[in-house]
T-cell receptor
Framework: RKEVEQDPGPFNVPEGATVAFNCTYSNSASQSFFWYRQDCRKEPKLLMS?????NEDGRFTAQLNRASQYISLLIRDSKLSDSATYLCVGLEGDSNYQLIWGAGTKLIIKP | EAGVTQSPTHLIKTRGQQVTLRCSPI?????VYWYQQALGLGLQFLLWYDEGEERNRGNFPPRFSGRQFPNYSSELNVNALELEDSALYLC????????????FGAGTRLSVL
């Protein structure tokens, strides 16, 4: 099983809608996660960190479900500029932790 | 404050040649990571350097190698280039340790003909 798994999409969503996607992880000892955003042919950029209590930043909400080992990203009132690939990042390793990257979920917001 | 910088931005090589990519981390960051991203695919971890030492290596052949200098900048070397090495090579830096937030450079786009 892959360490971090994401639905590759694409998710085609009308502008103004709410969209949510999940990311599952296999390392139950992982303490922190991140969501990054990557625009086409650009570098990934940190969107938000996800700790045990979850995180909210404007229209974006990330939550952690330890029992089911997944994290979610919710985008409210989606904008055309939200179109991008969203990368879920967890941790792997027993002691020498290192970030492990999901393959990304592609989101397309349509007018 | 300057972010992660990579050079060159674009590179065209032919099969069998060798290439060196360079990365300067954010000031204060001692960890540098290298990733390969082929067109339309996810990030593939290549190498992680911290405090001048290689901490981990991804599932790539030995012709992919690198090093980190005392000023924490880093080089990625690829020998005997193959067509499938064509990709965006991304460098990221973080504070010491692998669990910290990584900040990326804009990447070097390598085309192997």
């Amino acid at each position: 099983r892959k360490e971090v798994e994401q639905d590759p999409g694409p998710f085609n969503v009308p502008e103004g809608a709410t969209v949510a996607f999940n990311c599952t992880y296999s390392n139950s000892a992982s303490q922190s996660f991140f969501w990054y955003r990557q625009d086409c042919r650009k570098e990934p950029k940190l969107l938000m960190s996800v700790y045990s209590s979850g995180n909210e930043d404007g229209r974006f909400t990330a939550q952690l479900n330890r029992a089911s080992q997944y994290i979610s990203l919710l985008i409210r009132d989606s904008k055309l500029s939200d179109s991008a690939t969203y990368l879920c990042v967890g941790l792997e390793g027993d002691s020498n932790y290192q970030l492990i990257w999901g393959a990304g979920t592609k989101l397309i917001i349509k007018p | 404050e300057a972010g992660v910088t990579q050079s060159p931005t674009h590179l065209i090589k032919t099969r069998g040649q060798q290439v060196t990519l360079r990365c300067s981390p954010i000031s204060g960051h001692t960890s540098v990571y290298w990733y390969q991203q082929a067109l339309g695919l996810g990030l593939q971890f290549l190498l992680w350097y911290d405090e001048g030492e290689e901490r981990n290596r991804g599932n790539f052949p030995p012709r992919f190698s690198g090093r980190q200098f005392p000023n924490y900048s880093s080089e990625l070397n690829v020998n005997a280039l193959e067509l499938e090495d064509s990709a965006l090579y991304l460098c990221a830096s973080s504070l010491s340790g692998g669990a910290n937030i990584q900040y990326f450079g804009a990447g070097t786009r390598l085309s192997v003909l």
